[in-house]
T-cell receptor
Framework: KNQVEQSPQSLIILEGKNCTLQCNYTVSPFSNLRWYKQDTGRGPVSLTIMTFSENTKSNGRYTATLDADTKQSSLHITASQLSDSASYICVVSGNNNAGNMLTFGGGTRLMVKP | EPEVTQTPSHQVTQMGQEVILRCVPISNHLYFYWYRQILGQKVEFLVSFYNNEISEKSEIFDDQFSVERPDGSNFTLKIRSTKLEDSAMYFC??????????????FGPGTRLTVL
């Protein structure tokens, strides 16, 4: 069964600090891995998308890494801001006929405190 | 910047009633999706829709659910006879590419469905 597991479940950091969120997946066959940011009561917003051949991708203060051999990904947030408080969801896409049926992780709830 | 919109933002209904959740995808997109998120749980895939037919559906998407694109802009999810366990946030998404290559899905703000 395709699964995506994230850790930690929740994290509290001080404004300006860095943090790293982890994701492990067992989706096969693998097409791509995405990190989404979801504010409470809102839809997910894409941060990065990485395919099998990509090891790292940045989007501003967000840097995602992917190790397709160990089926692990991380999202590093640099110089955190109060607005970074949200759930960060790792999502993996399998290579199926629809092309993009997504399997979601449970998310890491990040709280940035002043 | 174009975005996916959904109406209503919150729907309250009685168990056994039919509900229709509405979505307006981004205008030049080709693939459309419905997801649900029960409070405190993961987002779950329900169905994908392409070229006026269902491309893929999950086990959750049983005979009580149906989708339709009644005109060139709207994409709807109908639940025929709601159950208490249908209470969830329902997200619509759309993406511009209809191939097996990766493409970004843009999510709407969601409709919170409460079944009493």
């Amino acid at each position: 069964k395709n699964q995506v597991e994230q850790s930690p479940q929740s994290l509290i950091i001080l404004e300006g600090k860095n943090c790293t969120l982890q994701c492990n997946y067992t989706v096969s066959p693998f097409s791509n891995l995405r990190w989404y940011k979801q504010d409470t009561g809102r839809g997910p917003v894409s941060l990065t998308i990485m395919t099998f051949s990509e090891n790292t991708k940045s989007n501003g203060r967000y840097t995602a890494t992917l190790d397709a051999d160990t089926k692990q990904s991380s999202l590093h947030i640099t110089a955190s801001q109060l607005s970074d408080s949200a759930s960060y969801i790792c999502v993996v896409s399998g290579n199926n006929n629809a092309g993009n049926m997504l399997t979601f992780g449970g998310g890491t709830r990040l709280m940035v405190k002043p | 910047e174009p975005e996916v919109t959904q109406t209503p933002s919150h729907q309250v209904t009685q168990m056994g009633q039919e509900v229709i959740l509405r979505c307006v995808p981004i205008s030049n997109h080709l693939y459309f999706y419905w997801y649900r998120q029960i409070l405190g749980q993961k987002v779950e895939f329900l169905v994908s829709f392409y070229n006026n037919e269902i491309s893929e559906k999950s086990e959750i998407f049983d005979d009580q659910f149906s989708v339709e694109r009644p005109d060139g802009s709207n994409f709807t999810l109908k639940i025929r006879s709601t159950k208490l366990e249908d209470s969830a946030m329902y997200f619509c998404a759309s993406s511009p590419v209809g191939t097996r290559s990766y493409n970004e899905q843009f999510f709407g703000p969601g409709t919170r469905l409460t079944v009493l």
